[in-house]
């Protein structure tokens, strides 16, 4: 085969320089590619990869699903790194190399990896390669280290030998000693694998003369650790040198490497791999803030910040967030049948933010004066602690976050990451809550009305005979009143200004002095306790149509019922008439999304839907 003409250098050239400055070039790229059969015979489009996510298939040429899917296997993240384009080989082995091209635009990640045609692997074709491998792809506003000025470690770096022999580890451990680092010994993967569970390494030192498949091995350390700033230090082997070529290896010694030649290796791949963690950690916080301000409701921010910030420390973390109204969102991740925390964390009346490598007395003083609360705690037994208080941009304190771990090590790396995560989380539970003059919202949707008022959902179903009135008024801010078969409730309102309960919200009205047989349903809706004081007379008691079971107490005076129903972000309760209860009551599965059953089905008679917004 004849070497490559320089016409189709050039235009891959412009084409990777467009596409790096404008997205919507990517697949002018991926088509140049396609157009130099002579060089690349398949290519693959791989989207995704920000932030810790994995990367998926985009679009493939010339090659099988299963093949594209194999380069996933691939550390693409060392990609992003030098932003350069890099050959790669297969990480099952094959024997087939690739030219792997990294694009970062903002948060939109992808790589490019187009198959080498066996003829153009010779040296004719070598010169072709390394002038693309010599360029840098622009990156359009993605968090970016400054690798040129390596700052000093700030704690012991991680490091981790693997496969080493005794002479060889004695030496590296020997060369350590000399700043007081130690390196722990793994000599099969299942080892590696609980080592890097308890504390991502750093750097790995990988003996590669004792690997049956050195690439294979390699890659699999990189896929059990999956962590882009691992850097990995191999000793002899030509088969190492290849894989340094190839990006798997970032240096290579021979076995015999004296002490000092040995700890100078590891303390530069130390410095680049504190360097490099200082990107990752920028980016896996900019996604978490992102995903923060997606969040729907109270609940699903403190279930979300709580599963992120344990995952930030890769141990245990809980939320709590209050609103205005007294109303408490609560979150524990992993989650236990009896949660660590049940008081409000401290923080959120300090309004401090403690950050703790090593966990001590001033941690629990920080989170909890309760001895049950302390003594749950000190049973996480924590190594790394955080409590942060999380205060809204207007200054108000609006909840907490408590995260430890036993088992990953952090710096103020980390700290600083869970720091913008709270902030996040406190934006974004401030722009959940609703404006104090904004009015409730009522619109007509064919055979439906639907409420929405700051404080809940209330969607009223009402079909085209039925004529039950209905009203719902708000009182103090703090609570709301719901009429069903009321026409006019001047006297119930009257009987509201009588002594509150404790909460400070009134019961609900007795309707036996209505004194008609109508059936009517009045309820006082408490925003800080999340629950529905009701009183029905013809009407059957609340029920919650998403979970099975009542989830309300009730007891029968006369002909009125009264009791309390629980309202929860993720369960509506439900309030119909006699008709559209025994329709519900036939139903094979009543416990369906009722909304869309009833649009759906469009039975008759009324029915009320509540639910926390």
């Not at 704690?155 to 496969?163: K, N, Q, V, Y």
């Not at 798997?248 to 130390?270: G, H, M, N, P, Y």
């Not at 200054?395 to 036993?406: E, K, L, M, P």
Request: with cysteine; aromatic share 8%.
């Amino acid at each position: 085969m004849s070497a490559p003409r320089i016409e189709d250098l050039s235009r891959l050239l412009n084409a990777i320089a467009a596409a790096a400055r404008r997205p919507a070039e990517l697949s002018r790229c991926f088509d140049e590619l396609i157009a130099c059969p002579d060089v690349f015979d398949g290519v693959t489009w791989l989207r995704g990869g920000y932030g810790g996510a994995a990367f998926v298939v985009a679009a493939t040429w010339g090659c099988s699903g299963e093949a594209a899917r194999s380069w996933m296997r691939w550390p693409l993240r060392r990609l992003f790194v030098e932003m350069q384009p890099a050959r790669i080989g297969d990480p099952f082995g094959s024997g087939r190399q690739a030219l792997a091209i990294p694009f970062s635009h903002g948060a939109e990640r992808s790589v490019l990896i187009a198959l080498v045609h066996e003829a153009a692997c010779s040296e004719a074709y070598d010169a072709f390669f390394r002038a693309i491998e010599s360029i840098t792809v622009a990156a359009l506003d993605s968090p970016s280290s400054d690798s040129s000025e390596l700052p000093a470690t700030t704690l012991e770096p991680s490091i981790i030998a693997f496969g080493l022999q005794d002479d060889l580890y004695h030496r590296l451990a020997a060369a350590l000693g000399r700043r007081g680092w130690t390196a722990q010994e793994a000599g099969a993967f299942t080892e590696f694998t609980g080592l890097v569970r308890t504390s991502p390494p750093d750097v790995v030192a990988v003996d590669a003369t004792r690997l049956h498949d050195c690439m294979a091995a390699v890659a699999t350390i990189h896929r059990i650790a999956n962590y882009g700033p691992l850097r990995l230090l191999a000793f002899g082997a030509s088969a190492a040198q290849q894989l340094l070529s190839g990006g798997l290896i970032d240096c290579v010694l021979s076995t015999d490497a004296s002490s000092e030649a040995i700890f100078r290796a590891i303390k530069q791949l130390a410095l680049k791999s504190n360097a490099l963690r200082r990107t990752f950690v920028a980016e896996e916080a900019l996604s978490a803030q992102r995903a923060a301000a997606s969040a729907l409701s109270p609940q699903e921010l403190a279930d979300f910040a709580a599963r992120q910030a344990a995952g930030m420390v890769n141990g245990w973390a809980a939320c709590v967030l209050l609103n205005e109204y007294g109303a408490v969102f609560r979150a524990e991740y992993p989650p236990a049948p009896n949660p660590v925390l049940r008081k409000i964390p401290r923080p959120f009346v300090t309004g401090e933010r403690l950050f703790q490598a090593m966990a001590n007395e001033a941690f629990y003083d920080s989170v909890t004066d309760d001895v049950v609360e302390r003594r749950a705690l000190a049973n996480l037994e924590p190594k790394m602690a955080a409590s942060l208080a999380l205060v809204s941009k207007a200054q108000r304190h609006c909840g907490a976050i408590v995260a430890t771990s036993n088992q990953r090590r952090s710096d103020s790396l980390g700290f600083e990451a869970l720091d913008r995560f709270a902030n996040a989380v406190a934006a974004r539970f401030e722009q959940l809550q609703p404006d104090k003059y904004a009015l409730p919202e009522l619109r007509k949707e064919r055979l439906w009305e639907r409420l929405r008022d700051r404080m809940l959902h209330l969607d009223i179903y009402r079909s085209s005979d039925c004529t039950i009135p209905w009203k719902y008024r708000i009182f103090d801010d703090a609570w709301g009143l719901l009429t069903l078969g009321i026409d006019d409730d001047s006297d119930m309102i009257r009987q509201l200004h009588l002594p509150k309960r404790r909460s400070g919200v009134p019961a609900a009205p007795d309707l036996r002095e209505r004194g008609s047989d109508a059936a009517c349903f009045a309820a006082t809706i408490d925003f800080s306790t999340q629950t529905m004081h009701y009183s029905s007379s013809g009407f059957p008691p609340p029920l919650s149509f998403e979970r099975s079971g009542l989830r309300a107490s009730s007891r029968i005076i006369g002909t009125q019922t009264t009791g309390v129903a629980a309202l929860q972000p993720d369960a509506g309760v439900v309030i119909c008439d006699g008709a559209l209860w025994n329709w519900l009551q036939r139903r094979d599965a009543p416990y369906e999304r009722l909304a869309t059953v009833l649009d759906r089905e469009q039975p008759i008679g009324l029915a009320s839907v509540v639910t926390l917004g």
